[in-house]
């Protein structure tokens, strides 16, 4: 296996990864994001479902995929949102007393469910790399490089106007 195909077979992975999570956690929560049940719809496990569960998953989708896990875990949730979402347009009944969502007011929600994972996999890779940004060790190998460079040319430069001055 190369290793193009490593890190997509990992990318898979991680994306499923995120989106058990999720759905995990829409189950063990309890709550239907995609469905209207009146101002009581609004509690604790809502919004430990919109901002928790996508936190966690996002979290889960970084730390498997590594450095650039905070642009993957964008996926699951969308990919959970819309499978529940057809769900209950299409097979699933709607429980009595509840309504589904409007399409544009489901969008708002999948945004804010889109943006607590994104938080999360931003976490994850600073789980991941120990620290935001570059290395603090690359940095330094870095700078030591370009000082030695710069100290080479300058040698360089040196030795020109010298043999100038002889000539």
């Known amino acids: 296996?190369?290793?193009?195909?490593?890190?997509?077979?990992?990318?898979?992975?991680?994306?499923?990864?995120?989106?058990?999570?999720?759905?995990?956690?829409?189950?063990?929560?309890?709550?239907?994001?995609?469905?209207?049940?009146?101002?009581?719809?609004?509690?604790?496990?809502?919004?430990?479902?919109?901002?928790?569960?996508?936190?966690?998953?996002?979290?889960?989708?970084?730390?498997?995929?590594?450095?650039?896990?905070?642009?993957?875990?964008?996926?699951?949730?969308?990919?959970?949102?819309?499978?529940?979402?057809?769900?209950?347009a299409g097979p699933e009944p709607i429980p009595d007393g509840a309504m589904l969502l409007n399409f544009y007011f489901w969008i708002l929600i999948v945004i804010l469910v889109v943006e607590a994972s994104a938080f999360g996999g931003v976490a994850g890779e600073l789980i991941v790399k120990k620290t935001y940004g570059r290395h603090p060790e690359r940095i330094a190998k870095i700078d030591k490089e370009t000082a030695i460079a710069e100290n080479r040319a300058a040698a360089l430069a040196q030795e020109e106007r010298e043999s100038e001055h002889k000539a």
């Open 1 to 88: 296996m190369t290793r193009k195909q490593a890190r997509i077979f990992t990318g898979v992975v991680a994306v499923l990864a995120g989106m058990l999570v999720n759905y995990l956690g829409d189950r063990l929560l309890g709550v239907s994001v995609e469905l209207w049940l009146g101002i009581s719809t609004f509690n604790g496990f809502w919004i430990l479902d919109i901002f928790l569960v996508p936190f966690i998953s996002g979290i889960v989708v970084a730390v498997i995929f590594g450095l650039g896990g905070k642009w993957l875990c964008y996926l699951p949730p969308i990919f959970v949102r819309l499978i529940s979402y057809y769900n209950f």
